[in-house]
């Protein structure tokens, strides 16, 4: 059983994470700053990996920053101004970093792993739902990026189901 949940986790972790390289792919230049609510695109895109990355480690303590990361990306909501965009290559990079750590850090969870408290104080919940609350937040934003898309700029973005459609 724990295979199959371990390969489910996976394939839609891994499904959301290039809805949302497809939107960062899709996105023209001249609207890597446009505004999604009250933030830019970008920064809807760099906050959805910055907390998949997070929240992919251990605890906070175990999270390391990218060498990308600036100054207060650390800290970064959607509650706080953006600094400088980071430039579409970053982000696209970010988006491979994270499927990479989903492979590895899924393959290793046990039933006793997922079943412990996520890690972080601020999530009351096992870690097992906890990568599922991730995939949601990833699906959440990517949603609002492709709506952005489709509104401000005429263009779709595709859906997948599994990385692999």
């Given at each position: 059983m724990i295979e199959y949940f371990r390969r489910i986790l996976n394939d839609q972790f891994d499904a959301s994470l290039c809805t949302l390289g497809a939107c960062v792919e899709a996105c023209p230049e001249p609207h890597w700053e446009g505004t999604i609510g009250r933030r830019p695109f970008w920064q809807v895109a760099y906050h959805t990996l910055f907390y998949v990355d997070l929240?992919?480690?251990l605890d906070e303590a175990s999270y390391e920053p990218r060498p990308w990361h600036r100054q207060g990306d650390q800290n970064l909501d959607l509650d706080a101004a953006p600094g400088p965009p980071h430039s579409k290559d970053v982000v696209r990079r970010y988006v491979a970093h994270c499927s990479d750590k989903v492979a590895?850090?899924?393959v290793v969870e046990t039933?006793?792993?997922?079943e412990r408290d996520s890690g972080f104080p601020?999530?009351?919940m096992s870690r097992g739902e906890h990568h599922l609350t991730?995939?949601?937040h990833v699906q959440h934003h990517a949603g609002q990026l492709c709506a952005y898309l489709r509104r401000e700029v005429g263009l779709g973005v595709d859906w997948y189901g599994k990385a692999s459609d």
């Open positions: 929240y992919l480690s590895k850090t899924i039933p006793d792993s997922l601020w999530y009351r991730s995939v949601r």
